[in-house]
């Protein structure tokens, strides 16, 4: 194009004038993005509340592991363990379980893609793979950890302040 104008006015005489359709690519990539972009943003906004959800989940799971196994704790107390290592025990069991979450989502995760990628590729259709490990994903762990910690931090401090002395008289 010689000037701005025509690179306006020539698709637009080319779509109205003849039986072919004219395409900028600069447009074409901007509005794929641009409707790409919302998809993105929805499965970004999903990520999120998955996340919370494990972390209620996480949460629950202790608490009631706790409030279960309150007489075992009361009897590591007075056998002699402090009760930050009975809160620690409780955090332990957290970052456990966010572990093997993590790596059986992600190996999942990435198993799925790769068996996806496999049916499209007898089709004919997109390369899709999941032998390919993002250096993003390397976060996924230190987040899962994060999350169970602070899922983790309620029933620890119920695991610390358990009164041996309570506890043990109740029948």
């Known amino acids: ?5 025509a690179a306006v006015s020539l ?9 072919m ?11 794929l993005l641009r409707l790409l972009g ?3 943003d929805v ?7 998955l996340l919370a959800v494990a ?7 202790l608490w009631n592991a706790v409030r279960e196994r309150r007489f075992d704790l009361a009897m590591l107390r007075m056998l002699g363990a402090p009760p930050g290592r009975v809160a620690g025990l409780v955090l332990c069991e957290a970052l456990w379980l966010a572990a093997l979450a993590c790596a059986l989502g992600l190996l999942l995760g990435h198993g799925l893609a790769h068996a996806l990628g496999w049916a ?20 996924v762990p230190l987040l899962a950890g994060l999350v169970a910690a ?21 029948p």
């Open 1 to 5: 194009y010689r000037t701005p104008l």
């Open 11 to 19: 698709p637009r005489a080319i779509n109205a004038n003849t039986s």
């Open 21 to 31: 359709q004219a395409a900028a690519p600069a447009i074409e990539v901007t509005r």
């Open 38 to 40: 919302v998809g993105a």
């Open 43 to 49: 499965l970004r906004a999903f990520g999120g509340v």
């Open 55 to 61: 972390a209620l989940s996480v949460f629950i799971a």
């Open 120 to 139: 499209l590729q007898a089709q004919g259709l997109l390369p899709v793979t999941g032998a390919v490990w993002l250096p993003q994903e390397a976060g």
């Open 150 to 170: 602070l899922a983790a931090l309620l029933p620890a401090m119920q695991a610390y302040r358990t009164d041996v002395a309570d506890l043990l008289v109740q």
